[in-house]
T-cell receptor
Framework: AQSVTQPDIHITVSEGASLELRCNYS??????LFWYVQSPGQGLQLLLK??????LVQGIKGFEAEFKRSQSSFNLRKPSVHWSDAAEYFC???????????FGSGTKLNVKP | EAGVAQSPRYKIIEKRQSVAFWCNPI?????LYWYQQILGQGPKLLIQ????????DSQLPKDRFSAERLKGVDSTLKIQPAKLEDSAVYLC???????????????FGEGSRLTVL
């Protein structure tokens, strides 16, 4: 069965520090992987996506993610966090044909000044 | 380009009452999704439309939830009668057909927050 696990419910980092949010997926075929961000009271916005090719993908707002097939992971990273990055982050896996998406339960990021 | 529009943003009702949510997707987006997001959880798909046809409604509680997209554009999600556990944010999203630069991307509205007392 398809599933996405985000093991960290809450993470707090200091402004300027590096960030890594974990995502593990279970999917029987080649996964299409996504990271979305949700600011309070807002809908989800796509940060980046991986379909194929280079396993390190760059996204908006300085985020990147690395696909590791052997670990079934797609972790999100940012070298230096800004206060405006405080939000909830969702990892998602998409089925071939992009007609089905499965979301993780999210990781809430707090940024300390 | 206008985004996905949803209304109302907030709704408070008592259990056993009914409620309806409206969504207008981005112009030209053939696929429309309704997701339920319970506090502390990720979005869960309720129903997916391709134009005005239902692609997937396997997780829609059909005894109380209904949705339609009559002209293949805007959509309405209805709950009748509401239960306490229906308290959630109802997110509408739309997407383009695959193959273009936005392949796989879901465009979300701001959501409709429902509180059932």
């Amino acid at each position: 069965a398809q599933s996405v696990t985000q093991p960290d419910i809450h993470i707090t980092v200091s402004e300027g520090a590096s960030l890594e949010l974990r995502c593990n997926y279970s999917y029987g075929a080649t996964p299409y992987l996504f990271w979305y961000v949700q600011s309070p009271g807002q809908g989800l916005q796509l940060l980046l996506k991986y379909f194929s090719g280079d396993t390190l993908v760059q996204g908006i707002k300085g985020f990147e993610a690395e696909f590791k097939r052997s670990q079934s992971s797609f972790n999100l990273r940012k070298p230096s966090v800004h206060w405006s990055d405080a939000a909830e982050y969702f990892c998602a896996v998409g089925a071939a044909g992009f007609n089905k998406f499965y979301f993780g339960s999210g990781t809430k990021l707090n940024v300390k000044p | 380009e206008a985004g996905v529009a949803q209304s109302p943003r907030y709704k408070i009702i008592e259990k056993r009452q009914s409620v309806a949510f409206w969504c207008n997707p981005i112009s030209g987006h053939a696929t429309l999704y309704w997701y339920q997001q319970i506090l502390g959880q990720g979005p869960k798909l309720l129903i997916q439309f391709q134009n005005n046809g239902v692609v997937d409604d396997s997780q829609l509680p059909k005894d109380r939830f209904s949705a339609e997209r009559l002209k293949g554009v805007d959509s309405t999600l209805k709950i009748q009668p509401a239960k306490l556990e229906d308290s959630a944010v109802y997110l509408c999203a739309s997407s383009l057909p695959s193959g273009g630069p936005n392949t796989g991307e879901l465009f979300f509205g701001e959501g409709s927050r429902l509180t059932v007392l």
